[in-house]
């Protein structure tokens, strides 16, 4: 049977960002293809040397909608590590909790997406309807339902009323409940596990060799996560279950997000009932000393690592962020060989894409 080459992308109603992919198939069977990126490139590491420390916090929230929270605490966290501050206790247990809250939005809105993907619509509505109430958690106490502008240098620019923190253990406990019921959903769906058990092998070899961090990771038996590994404070206090699978196929990796917002949701309540009293943020100097530092956190798509070198003035020398996204992206074309052609768009969704951060 003859060989043709079909182009998904830029645009696609396959794809929430745009790339390109030249995908290899002989009647339904799937070749192989190729992956090109860079449409949305933003030049942001660049950027951030020509604006000060404060202004690239506003900066650095923009790498991703998704997961803007997680941006912006691990850099502010590079520049505290310079500057020789301490930030206070109830500040990090703010950023943690919304560090969380971010994650159970990112898992949510991926379950709904590869439900979508293999027509399962009674999914998605729920899931995109639950990940609603993580949003109006963090829009309720930060104002931004996206950009959140929670942290800035030194702490954060919110405190929680006893009011508030009453509603988000209420929502926590709503969301909670829907979480057990969808896992329920998950674990029943034959549709579901139809169209992922067996798709796309990865296995824990092949993760570590194209360094690959997160859900994606943990599905195929390799055991990481930074705030357990290398824990930023407060996780360092803070006591919860990584949640890994031995499989590496799409179905392992729906598995792992589902279980893994279980987890967080319970750990959200362990943030709330062990954040101290106490001030929230600390006045920090505009000019950082001489040095360099590497911090590294767990975003809802894996490991997140800041590299961050100043010169003694009120901007960066140089700021490198290496995204969980980008070896991610780098697996698609290992995966699309030996699949079918409707399997594609499980691939795709597996991979959680975020192109604007792989592009930056």
């Known amino acids: 049977m003859n060989k043709i080459s079909i182009p998904i992308g830029p645009q696609h109603p396959l794809l929430k960002e745009p790339l390109t992919m030249n995908i290899d198939i002989s009647g339904e069977r799937v070749l192989g293809g190729t992956l090109r990126l860079g449409y949305v490139h933003r030049g942001i590491e ?10 690239n916090v506003h900066l650095i929230e923009r790498i991703c909608g998704i997961c803007s929270h997680v941006h912006t605490t691990t850099f502010c966290h590079a520049v505290e590590t310079l500057l020789g501050i301490d930030v206070p206790i109830r500040a990090q247990y703010i950023r943690a909790l919304m560090c969380e809250l971010e994650r159970v939005h990112s898992h949510l809105l ?27 958690i963090m829009e309720e106490v930060s104002g931004g ?44 769906e034959p549709v579901l596990q ?33 705030r357990r590994d290398h824990p930023p404070p ?18 392992a990796r729906t598995v792992v997000r589902a279980e893994e917002t279980r987890e967080t949701l319970k750990l959200c309540h362990t943030i709330l009932d062990e ?4 001030p ?18 767990e975003a809802p798509r894996g490991e997140l690592l800041y590299y961050l070198r100043s010169d003694g003035s009120e901007n960066p020398a140089r700021l490198k962020v290496r995204t969980p996204t980008l ?8 995966q699309l060989s030996a699949i079918h052609v409707a399997d594609i768009p499980v691939v795709m969704a597996g991979v959680d894409l975020c192109i604007a951060c792989a592009d930056r």
């Open 275 to 278: 954040m101290p009293d106490g």
């Open 280 to 297: 929230v943020s600390v006045r920090a100097p505009r000019k950082v000393p001489e040095g360099e530092v590497v911090v590294r956190s």
């Open 145 to 188: 339902r996206v950009s959140h502008a929670a942290n800035q240098i030194g702490g954060v620019r919110f405190d929680l009323s006893q009011e508030q923190e009453a509603m988000i253990r209420k929502t926590v406990n709503d969301l909670s409940d829907k979480a057990n019921t969808l896992m329920d959903v998950i674990e029943n």
């Open 46 to 55: 660049r950027l951030a040397q020509q604006k000060t420390y404060v202004q």
């Open 194 to 226: 139809a169209r992922t058990k067996g798709v796309a092998p990865l296995s824990a070899e092949t993760i570590k060799n194209y360094c690959v961090v997160g859900p994606v990771a943990r599905a195929s038996g390799v055991d990481v996560d930074m």
């Open 110 to 136: 991926w379950l709904g997406i590869i439900a979508k993907h293999v027509g399962l619509d009674t999914i998605f509505m729920h899931t995109w309807h639950d990940r609603e109430l993580a949003l109006d």
């Open 327 to 334: 070896p991610a992206l780098n697996l698609i074309p290992k």
């Open 234 to 251: 407060p996780y360092d206090r803070l006591t919860f279950n990584v949640i890994t699978r031995q499989d590496g196929d799409a179905w």
